[in-house]
């Protein structure tokens, strides 16, 4: 008769052979596996963060053992990753530091190409964690050598690095190029379907085309978004995920058309989807635009609530510039 952990075993094999990385990896675990739920964590888990399931890939890092990660440097990068999605900033210099010390004591050779591909995951993050620390100038030089380094087929990766240059724009004050660079990321984005960068890049690139004006460029992104989601190759509940965010974003627009109604719908569907997945960013943008619309419509105690809701979410190392916006909206 088979064993309870020989069942288990081959319940995790069945599980990945069909796509259930979930139950595969927690049937690893159930017999103490670490090997099979490790391989299995870090060859999933930055594909599921950018199907923007940064929840369930934080408890598949909580189920290893931490010196595990910290022993690897690509679950520590992935890891880093994952803690950056999360809002839990202050956490990811010491995963990247992890994972840079031990490629750099590497003995044993390993493959030249996926160290290469290590570094260019690291660096990204790097560059992105340069510009929140206000070092944009710092973020750029890091993201253009990332660039050079990345072959053309690496969508999702230039989509990020294009995302982080705009970011580093718009704080610098050079909005036109941080608009061009915001679309650029946002065509990259959707194509590879990573679609947590994609939401940022979409949410960004129309807070910048409203303050400029721009409603109907505004509008136009996102329905490039709406359209996008339903031909994703994503299970449906991703493609929801994504409509519900697009109309969320739109929000800006009906806002500044004075369309509240419809505008606070939207959000506070936004405001939902972004609380179960987890997206910090989409959280603190949704809170504050809902609290603009209930100041609008005459709801003063509930727009404070909303700024409260804001502060509380953002506590978790947000970002300088959510801090600003908090501090004059309130």
């Known amino acids: 008769a088979s064993t309870i952990p020989e069942l288990h075993r081959r319940a995790s094999i069945w599980h990945e052979e069909h796509g259930y990385i979930d139950s595969a990896i ?23 963060n950018e199907r923007g399931e940064v929840s369930t890939v934080r408890r598949w890092f909580e189920l290893l053992p931490d010196e595990r990660v910290r022993s690897d440097p690509s679950l520590s ?6 803690l950056f999605l999360s809002g839990q900033i202050g956490a990811v210099e010491e995963r990247l530091h992890d994972a840079e010390s031990l490629l750099s004591r590497q003995t044993t050779p390993i493959n030249s190409e996926q160290v290469t591909e290590l570094l260019c995951k690291l660096n990204t993050l790097r560059a992105i964690l340069y510009g929140i620390q206000g070092r944009p100038m710092r973020s750029n030089e890091v993201a253009q050598q990332v660039l050079k380094l990345l072959p053309d087929d690496r969508r999702s990766e230039r989509g990020i690095l294009l995302l982080t240059l705009a970011v580093n724009f718009r704080d610098v004050g050079d909005i036109a190029q941080a608009s061009q660079s915001y679309a650029d990321a946002v065509t990259l984005l959707l194509a590879a379907e990573n679609i947590m960068a994609a939401i940022m890049a979409v949410e960004q690139l129309v807070r910048v085309s409203v303050m400029q004006g721009k409603l109907l460029q505004a509008v136009e992104v996102c329905n490039e978004m709406l359209d996008a989601s339903t031909e994703f190759s994503a299970p449906e509940q991703l493609r929801i995920l994504t409509s519900d965010m697009a109309r969320a974003t739109m929000s800006h627009v009906l806002y500044e058309r004075n369309e509240l109604a419809d505008a606070e719908v939207y959000v506070r569907q936004g405001i939902k989807q972004a609380k179960q997945g987890g ?10 635009l809902l ?17 409260q809701a804001a502060i509380n ?4 190392d947000i970002q300088q510039i959510y801090r600003v916006e908090l501090t004059a909206c309130q």
Do not use: P, T
């Open 77 to 82: 990068v992935n890891c880093a990753w994952n």
């Open 26 to 48: 927690r049937h690893a675990i159930a017999v103490d596996d670490l090997d099979q739920a490790a391989r299995l964590v870090d060859e999933h888990s930055f594909a599921a």
């Open 291 to 307: 609290a603009r619309i209930l100041q609008a419509r005459g709801d003063a105690d509930g727009a404070n609530k909303m700024l």
């Open 313 to 316: 979410s953002a506590q978790m």
């Open 279 to 288: 997206f910090l960013q989409s959280l603190v943008v949704g809170y504050i």
